[in-house]
């Protein structure tokens, strides 16, 4: 099962706003109804809050790690999405953020996937 307990954090090291954006190209999960491996890229973009109201971000080998726990995990593409979103949100209370998942094709289906956190700026929302 996906553990958010893996996240960890750091104290965002600005105070005027910068944007960060993590890819992962390996990700993998598994499809609940075959049984057969799903492989996407992720990307995680966020603005962390001012580090004088307590903003964070995540610390990539952590975040390596709960992305792999995704790795057995029957799960929907739509559901891996909204988890990332819901679990990294809680940890990090961005400004706002948006998670991205780009799947690669399988029976002539390819899927992206969006989820949003906060007030997602227009020119951010490739």
């Avoid at 993590?22 to 993998?28: G, K, P």
């Avoid at 109804?33 to 903003?55: E, L, M, S, Y």
């Amino acid at each position: 099962m996906p553990d958010a307990k893996l996240l960890e954090t750091f104290p965002t090291p600005a105070e005027t706003p910068f944007i960060v954006e993590h890819v992962c190209d390996e990700f993998t999960s598994v499809c609940p109804k075959t049984g057969h491996p799903d492989f996407g890229t992720i990307t995680v973009r966020f603005q962390p809050r001012p580090a004088a109201v307590g903003g964070v971000c995540v610390e990539l080998k952590a975040l390596k790690l709960y992305f792999q726990s995704f790795r057995n995990e029957g799960i929907f593409y739509e559901a891996v999405t909204n988890r990332i979103r819901d679990d990294l949100a809680k940890l990090m209370n961005p400004a706002w953020m948006l998670i991205k998942t780009d799947w690669k094709g399988r029976g002539g289906f390819k899927s992206v996937i969006r989820a949003e956190s906060g007030p997602v700026p227009d020119m951010w929302r490739q």
